[in-house]
């Protein structure tokens, strides 16, 4: 009979919780991607596996052997963007402390005031823009496909960027904070085969950027005139002037989480009354 009571002990609830947490973040990571597909084939190769085996298809079950032999070298090879994208989100988890930017208000604000009227202008005058908001994930292998410009954050020098038929004109913008990094830069393309047909290179670029890392991505259609931006894999299409601008307000805004280990300090200086001014 089983000892439930044993069974449920707080370790062994703790042992599931993680692993079903882990096994929900896989699921949402490649979810919409081709690593999608891919994981099919390799449950249908271990399943056909199995049947070989009890089938004693000999020949067969070799075959699928030696078949899961490479998958053990090939995988990391064919799903290195998502293990890279899974390995950044740890980086960039509270528990390592120091890690995240401090942005105030007054800073986001600040290039959110920029940026949101250069992409109105761009969108009246269907001006096709592609601007890169690096965050926690450094982009210096995309800022060095560009021309670099290390310049301070304008509206002004945005429009000047992105005139059309200008060397400049094409490609992607990489900032970080105010500081315009580099212009012109080549941005990888998302292979998600969900995206619609009518977005075309400028928005799968963006898109594709996103699915890499955390950088917020700007993007102004040259034929409608359309204000997007895409995060996470993800793009939020045709936004209006009041959408763009809350939206940059609410994920430039960071303030520094404290990991647990600070939160277990500052518990420990409150209960010896301990504090900062001591």
Known sequence: MVDWTELLNPINILDIAIVAILIYRLITMVKGTRAVQLIKGILLLLLLSVISRVLQLTTV?????????????????????????????????????????????????????????????????????LIALQREVGLNEYVNTGIPIYGHLSTQLLGNIFISNTPLHDGAVIMEDSTILAASCYLPLSENKNISKALGTRHRAGIGLSEVSDAIVCIVSEETGAMSIAEGGKLMHNLSEAALRKILLDRLHTEVPKSIFQKWRDEHDRKTGRTEDA
């Open 61 to 129: 079950n070799w075959i699928l052997t030696q078949v899961q032999t490479l998958l053990l070298v090939a995988i990391p090879i064919v799903f290195q963007p998502e293990l890279r994208r899974a390995l950044e989100q740890i980086g960039n988890s509270s528990l390592i402390p120091g890690n995240k930017k401090n942005r105030d208000d007054a800073a986001a604000e600040q290039i959110v005031n920029q940026l949101v009227p250069f992409m109105v202008d761009a969108s009246r005058s269907r001006t096709g823009a």
